[in-house]
């Protein structure tokens, strides 16, 4: 577990102070995947950087597995920070070192012998997908590739936990979710707990766990990531999940597709922490010979299952239609009988 308590970062200079982290206190479990989300200059990257103190924290204090980060001195600190991973933005990678040179380096200082090194790495390049490109440089590399060789070197050492900085936010969509399905891959093979900041809100619809929201360097929302999708509260939240759902008015409205059935039920299906929609659907047609059409629907894959909603008719017999939503309301789907015939 990881106990953030009352951290704060104040920026002074000659002439003026500027709070960027401002008494933020945090539970973070172990092997979750926590995401804090907030816009520029919210304090997102002067936070994760407090955590293994390559920011320097004002006040407060940094717990992690028991140990108190911000007492350690500089050699101790030194030593702990080989269990705490972490990949940038910009990837950070030396330039004039090959791939597995790159993955080597921080074993290199870590006194590893040559040979095991050789051994851990070859682990590490299978790991994280880049066998075949062991001798390659990093210019030779294409931005996914690039991030490959991030989080193989933030692992080299075998880290309880992984801080991850707009590690996605240099990428495209496409390569995005590459990194993204290797993150929640390597949290659940290695039960690392991954940390990661981000302005992106499908980022944390992914594969987040849990997110909490900054904003002025405090944390203003937080909760498991279905929770704060379908109840966010401020509004800093909700313009986040309209990232990610669209705007209510973004959907066409409800009278508009309602008008065009012309025979049936139609019923609004809403999806929390649901695995199996499409399944669901079809399970009901085929179990109570109804017709089931999709009219409009918005639905999104968490960590936890599916969030959203599903405007569908259904066609049948009277009994037979009040027989399979009696069978829907019985699975954690919520069933609205919109209209009926
Ligand atoms: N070294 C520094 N000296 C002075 N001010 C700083 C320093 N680093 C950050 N700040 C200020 O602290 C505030 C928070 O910055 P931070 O980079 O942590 O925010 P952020 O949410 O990560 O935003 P971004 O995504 O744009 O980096 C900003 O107002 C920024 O200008």
Known sequence: MIVIDQLSKIFKTASSE?????????????????????????GKSTFIRLINRLEEP?????????????GLSKNALRVKRQNIGMIFQH???????????????????????????EKRVQELVDLVGLSGKETSYPSQLSGGQKQRVGIARALANRPKVLLCDEATSALDPETTDSILALLVDI????????ILITHEMHVIQKICHNV?????????????????????????????VEQVMGKPDDEVAEDSFIA?????????LQFIKENTNQALIS????????DVNILQGNIKRTQEGAYGSLYVQMVGEEV??????????????????????
């Open 187 to 194: 949290n659940k093979q290695l039960g690392l707990t991954i």
């Open 283 to 290: 399970e009901v047609a085929k179990k109570f010979k109804v």
């Open 260 to 268: 065009t059935v012309a025979e049936g039920h139609v019923l609004k």
């Open 58 to 70: 004002t006040s407060g204090r940094v717990e992690i597995e028991g140990e108190l980060i911000t």
């Open 91 to 117: 990837f950070n990678l030396l330039w004039s070192r090959t791939v597995s040179e790159n993955i080597a380096f921080p074993l290199e200082i870590a006194g590893v012998s040559k040979e095991e090194i």
């Open 320 to 341: 037979t239609v009040q027989e399979a939503i009696q069978y829907i309301e019985q699975t954690s789907v919520e069933v609205e009988v919109i209209t009926h015939d």
């Open 212 to 240: 909490a929201v900054m904003e002025a360097g405090r944390i203003v929302e937080q909760g498991s990531v279905l929770d704060v999708f379908s109840h966010p509260k401020k509004n800093v939240t909700k313009k986040f």
């Open 18 to 42: 500027l709070v960027a982290v401002d008494q933020l206190s945090l539970s973070i479990e172990k092997g979750e995947i926590f995401g804090v989300i907030g816009y520029s200059g919210a």
